[in-house]
């Protein structure tokens, strides 16, 4: 077997929210692979954090400034990756999220969402997510003919999930987009993929999923009872899918695909 078949040496990685939870996860996971990270995001201490982290793995990594919904923003992220390493080859989308006006609350109408709460959802997870990443960063790819684009999606993408309207419905676009984009770029060298995370305890969901007493919630005891290996991800399991999905090699032939990641969540029955 070829012993660089999952090698990201020579690789040069931006990951857009990458000073979430999940997003510095696989950050980490690139650099470990041999790829020079940047760690894209608006919080520099937990963007400094992050690369600072990747640095002590003996990783080389940068925390750079950036916000995935402006296009002013993503572009002078851009230029300053480029002036330090060169164009990027891997592009990892994991900005996004919900809003708490955008969750029905038990028992509500969908007719009583609010539709800027719906319009903030899409504009966070489809426009910033994915949209204007891929456009801004893809376009150096396009002109090189190399690239590996990982959007992050949800597996709420492919089954709505109750009360979380407006997400599950942007993160299908997200899987869409995914589609036509790998669709479009796959004769000029670029491969789109997504990963659709199961349930993973962060900052954003973490209150959903567990009491005050850390014990689980009603809605977090219910996910678990659903999902055959009784137990929430580890953002260190998103690692292998996206080495795999940025490696050349390993994945060269891959491309418009969703890979999920839920310990079997979607395997079952709700």
């Known amino acids: 077997m070829d012993n660089d078949l999952f090698s990201l040496k020579g690789e040069i990685a931006a990951v857009i929210g990458g000073t979430g939870v999940l997003g510095g996860a696989m950050a980490e996971a690139l650099a470990s692979a041999g790829a020079r990270v940047a760690v894209v995001g608006r919080s520099k201490e937990r963007g400094e954090d992050r690369a600072n982290r990747i640095s002590l793995m003996h990783g080389e990594a940068i925390f750079q400034p950036g916000d995935a919904q402006s296009a002013d923003s993503l572009r002078e992220a851009r ?24 969750t029905l609350p038990p028992g509500a109408d969908f007719c009583s969402l609010p539709l800027e709460a719906w319009q903030g959802v899409f504009d966070l997870n489809l426009v910033g997510g994915v949209l204007l990443p891929c456009q801004i960063f893809g376009e150096p790819m396009v002109t090189s003919g190399h690239g590996s684009i990982i959007n992050i999606a949800s597996l709420s993408g492919m089954t709505p999930l109750s009360r979380v309207v407006a997400y599950s419905a942007a993160k299908a676009a997200v899987l ?18 997504a990963i659709s ?7 954003q969901n973490r209150a959903l999923l567990y009491n005050p007493d850390g014990s689980y919630s009603a809605r977090g005891g219910q996910i678990i009872g659903h999902t055959p290996m009784s137990r929430f991800g580890e953002p260190s399991e998103l690692a292998g899918a996206v080495i795999w999905l940025a490696a050349s090699k390993a994945s060269s032939f891959v491309t418009g695909q969703n890979i999920v990641v839920d310990g079997g969540f979607s395997s079952t029955t709700i």
């Open 79 to 102: 230029a300053a990756i480029e002036s330090r390493w060169g164009p990027v080859t891997v592009l990892v989308n994991a900005a996004g999220g919900n809003r708490p006006d955008a």
């Open 176 to 193: 869409n987009l995914t589609q036509f984009l790998a669709r479009e770029w796959a004769q000029k060298g670029i491969r789109v993929n």
């Open 197 to 203: 995370p199961g349930f993973f305890p962060a900052e």
